[in-house]
């Protein structure tokens, strides 16, 4: 079986080809945040004049709205979004220079406002500023860089900071790399896991995987296109060459990219291949695996409430991963026992 993938032509970075790599082109940190400067990522603009974003008459609760930003297309922002970025009374972002970017595109004045930079290397120095804003009753944007707060994201610290001080906290739901790619991917959908980033070592990094391969979800994992072909060969090790899985790159931007598959033949495929930008690897679950009886039991239980017997078994052999018949039968015994 080989890789089903889109053509896609391989050239030089266009304007709006992110990468998950640090660029040249970098901003300087906010002035009294002791910060390192944060790469940019690109945003694809519609083409055609950029208009001015009329926001919604209602004013912004107080609170912290975390908001989701575009992962490529700078299109994909939420007119809520836009509603709370040209009206809250302060705005944070992990990178400030990407987020004034999207603002222009759409036309959401600034004002006398300020943006202040949130990222891993400010935290600590940055969260009391916007906890004091919070306790004033003010409202509060935190954008991440590119898709939603707090998904491979240093929002975490932050919203757990809020909650604790007793704070209202809100999300302006939107992009998300993680389901764009389980979308696209063709692979189950209904139990996922999101492991984020592997370890960049090799012996850390399959000893890692392997503790995922037994997992009967549908495995969601980011990598960096340097350590693709790596991450791949090492998915090949833990999981095994057979397991179906996809590689979506540059999602919703100009030169997206899905590759599908066995990960013995993605791995093939990207060994010598010199790939650029963001990536997200989805990886089938565990099929076959010994079932635990009494798992099996209370899921057949719940599925036979709601399904006749034939559905229920297909639904939860799907589920846990199961052979049907092994679940037909045991859905069988159930049955009888009654």
């Known amino acids: 079986m080989t890789g089903d993938a889109t053509p896609v032509p391989q050239t030089e970075s266009e304007p709006g080809s992110g990468s998950s790599e640090p660029t040249e082109d970098r901003v300087e940190a906010d002035e009294g945040t002791g910060a390192d400067p944060q790469p940019a990522a690109s945003l694809e603009a519609s083409p055609g004049p950029r208009h001015t974003h009329n926001p919604a008459l209602k004013p912004i609760a107080p609170g912290l709205h975390f908001v989701a930003t575009p992962i490529g297309a700078a299109r ?129 990094r399959l000893r890692w995987l392997e503790d995922l391969a037994p997992v009967a979800a549908t495995v969601i994992l980011y990598e960096s296109p340097k350590r693709i072909s790596d991450l791949l060969g090492a998915l090949v090790q833990s999981f095994g060459g057979e397991r179906e899985a996809a590689v979506c790159r540059e999602l919703t931007k100009r030169f997206e990219e899905v590759t599908r598959g066995p990960l013995a033949t993605l791995a093939a495929d990207f060994a010598d291949r010199s790939v650029k930008g963001e990536i997200v690897v989805v990886i089938d679950r565990a099929r076959g695996r010994k079932a635990d009886s009494a798992d099996l039991d209370a899921a057949l239980k719940d599925a036979l409430t709601r399904m006749r017997l034939k559905d229920a078994a297909a639904a939860v052999a799907e589920t846990l991963g199961l052979p049907k018949r092994e679940v037909y039968q045991a859905a069988l015994r159930l049955g009888n026992d009654e």
């Open 76 to 204: 994909d922002i939420t007119l809520r979004a836009l509603d709370i970025l040209a009206g809250a009374d302060l705005i944070a972002a992990e990178d400030t220079r990407t987020l004034r970017h999207l603002m222009d595109i759409h036309g959401v004045p600034l004002g006398d406002r300020q943006i202040i930079a949130y990222h891993d290397h400010n935290g600590e120095q940055m969260r009391p500023r916007i906890l004091r804003a919070l306790a004033m009753g003010k409202s509060v944007a935190y954008a991440s860089e590119a898709g939603t707060p707090l998904v491979a994201d240093p929002g975490y610290q932050l919203g757990r900071a809020a909650i604790e001080a007793g704070h209202k906290v809100l999300a302006a739901p939107g992009p998300s790399a993680v389901l764009a790619a389980l979308t696209v991917s063709g692979l189950p959908s209904d139990r996922f896991l999101f492991a984020g980033f592997a370890p960049s070592t090799a012996s850390a």
